[in-house]
């Protein structure tokens, strides 16, 4: 729904101020499918509505999951589509969103990559995936959002600007900051600009390999950014905010070695703002292997030997692609 579109609407119908506050509440709200079912709005209003705005960008076209992770295939207007996923086994109600429609990145083990890139999503599709899930499990609410998604949050600036915006603000869904996480794959001159933002929104990094060489060749962006930059990127965002910085670090049975272990220990540099997560590598088709068990291991005893910081994330919703790395829509 384009607010500004709204307003200008509901003067031009000569209605007071207080009526696009409450439609601009209810549409928040997560109560409701079409502006049919805002009962306390008139039905002449209702009907002038619903003949010139959609309530929703997104419409759903398949959902899939269990009681802790759930996917949803949503058709934007233009029939283009994306995924969204919900995961409900923390504190918190998390949903990861996609910032666009496939991805220009092509890193090799992710399956949006190999979609390749079609278009931005504007601010209002990524906060209506928000509001797809709200409305869905209604009373409960999303308390947290993870830009995780489809697509590269960095290279969709002003847009993912906006919509963080419209998360944050307390006339919007009013989530705070730091209950709001964005990955990048290492847009440096971006992580820089989000830095100098001054804001309390989480930040992680998708790093996969501290061995120059090898990051190219699975992560292309790493040719155009490469790990000096980037790690003078990260460092210059830690020392601005004060805040810890997540690396993701994927499990494969290529970037798991000893010395992987000692270049990513080199590249956190005791660093104690720098964390990492572990994640065993999801399969994905035509995608990298995930690491053995016993590589996993021992890859993390090199890193306790090398005092590097890291968690192992568990890995939800593998059984429906639902999990990092699987979300894609072009064969549903
Ligand atoms: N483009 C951004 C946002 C995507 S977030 C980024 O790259 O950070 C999705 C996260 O899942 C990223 O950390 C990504 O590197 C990771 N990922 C991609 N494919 C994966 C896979 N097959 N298994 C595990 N993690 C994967």
Excluded at 18 to 30: A, L, M
Excluded at 140 to 162: A, Y
Excluded at 236 to 255: C, G, I, M, P
Aim: with cysteine.
């Amino acid at each position: 729904m384009d607010l500004v579109k709204l307003k200008s609407f509901l003067t031009e119908q000569n209605l007071p101020e207080y009526r696009f506050r409450q439609i601009v509440k209810n549409y928040y709200s997560g109560r409701y499918l079409s502006f049919d079912q805002m009962t306390d709005l008139s039905i002449d209003l209702r009907s002038k509505l619903n003949s010139q705005f959609s309530l929703y960008s997104v419409s759903e076209e398949k959902i899939v999951g269990d009681q802790s992770t759930q996917k949803a295939l949503l058709k934007l207007i233009d029939n283009q589509k994306i995924e969204s996923v919900l995961m409900n086994y923390d504190e918190w109600i998390t949903a990861c969103v996609s910032s666009q429609v496939g991805c220009a990145l092509n890193c090799q083990f992710c399956a949006t990559g190999k979609m390749g890139f079609i278009r931005n999503l504007a601010p209002q599709e990524i906060v209506d995936q928000i509001l797809y899930w709200n409305q869905k499990i209604y009373p409960s609410f999303v308390g947290r959002i993870v830009f995780m998604g489809m697509g590269e949050p960095f290279l969709n600036w002003d847009n993912l600007l906006e919509s963080l915006k419209l998360i944050n603000s307390t006339e919007g869904l009013n989530i705070g900051a730091r209950k709001i996480s964005i990955s990048t794959a290492g847009v440096a001159d971006k992580i820089i600009e989000f830095a100098n933002l001054d804001t309390q929104i989480n930040l992680a990094v998708s790093l996969h390999s501290a061995n120059q060489s090898f990051r190219e060749t699975i992560m292309p962006i790493a040719k155009k950014y490469n790990l000096e930059e980037l790690k003078k990127a990260c460092l210059y965002y830690v020392s601005k905010t004060n805040r810890q910085l997540f690396f993701e670090y994927a499990l494969t049975d290529k970037n798991t070695s000893q010395n992987d272990a000692k270049l990513l220990a080199n590249f956190i540099d005791s660093h104690h703002l720098f964390f990492v997560n572990l994640i065993p590598l999801n399969p994905v088709e035509d995608g990298l292997n995930c690491a053995t068990k016993e590589q996993q291991e021992k890859f993390m005893n090199s890193l306790n030997q090398l005092r590097v910081m890291y968690s192992l994330r568990r890995s939800f919703g593998q059984k429906f692609s639902a999990a990092c790395g699987q979300l894609a829509t072009e064969s549903k």
